[in-house]
């Protein structure tokens, strides 16, 4: 699993099916955390699809740069590079692909392989929903309801995102902050409310967000 405070990856697992020339790609795409995760998704695909003669898969691991492909029996250079080209140039990390081919009859030749593992990567990895994953001080602040209508327009003017809200004798806000961001968005809130909210930084953790 990544330790980078801000990368991307996919939102959750998909299956995609392209034809060209009557064969079938059936795209796998899953988020994974580390290379045994990798494996045992790989080895599950290969259990579903025992009669399929090639199970082209790539994968990339952020933690120590892992990284690994296998063409699966198609002509070397074909099919695994294609599909790990294609998770690099995305910026993808912590996923694995893989696409399990069936031979409609008609040979494709090394470009046709190529084009065709490509697009049913890329097709895989948008169906799977590409997310920014950014690690965020969870942050609550804690006012008197004669500031929330203040503190709610700040926040939407300024895109930060309230993660919950608490009404008792006062409300408190649990709004999510980039870290680089934390300081200063503590300031801000400080200027707005004149000293009056209480502000604590209390857990952090990833907040995902659709790249757009």
């Known amino acids: 699993m990544s330790v980078r405070e801000t990368y991307k990856t996919v939102a959750e697992e998909s299956e995609t099916l392209?034809?060209?020339?009557?064969?079938k790609f059936i795209s796998h795409v899953k988020p994974v955390d580390n290379e045994a995760d990798a494996l045992a998704y790989l080895n599950g695909i290969r259990s579903k699809y025992p009669d399929a003669r090639h199970n082209v898969y790539a994968y990339v691991i952020d933690e120590n740069n892992i990284f690994r492909y296998s063409d699966d029996g198609e002509p070397g250079g074909t099919a695994g590079?294609?599909?790990?080209?294609?998770?690099?140039?995305s910026g993808i990390v912590d996923v694995i692909v893989v696409i399990t081919r069936y031979f409609g009859g008609t040979l494709l030749g090394t470009g046709g392989l190529v084009r065709a593992y490509s697009a049913s990567a890329k097709k895989g990895l948008e169906e799977s929903?590409?997310?920014i994953r950014t690690m965020c001080d969870i942050i609550s602040?804690?006012?008197g309801y004669d500031l929330v209508g203040k503190l709610q327009y700040a926040f939407a003017a300024d895109g930060i995102e309230t993660v919950d809200t608490l009404y008792e004798n006062d409300v408190t806000f649990?709004?999510?902050?980039?870290?680089?961001?934390?300081?200063?968005l503590m300031g801000r809130v400080t200027d707005i409310?004149?000293?009056?909210?209480v502000i604590k930084i209390i857990y952090e953790k990833y907040i995902d967000k659709f790249n757009e």
């Not at 392209?18 to 064969?23: A, I, Q, W």
């Open 18 to 23: 392209l034809v060209e020339k009557k064969s």
């Open 81 to 89: 590079m294609p599909v790990l080209d294609t998770i690099r140039k």
């Open 129 to 131: 929903g590409i997310i």
């Open 141 to 143: 602040v804690k006012v």
């Open 174 to 184: 649990f709004v999510a902050s980039p870290k680089p961001e934390t300081e200063r």
């Open 193 to 197: 409310t004149s000293g009056k909210a």
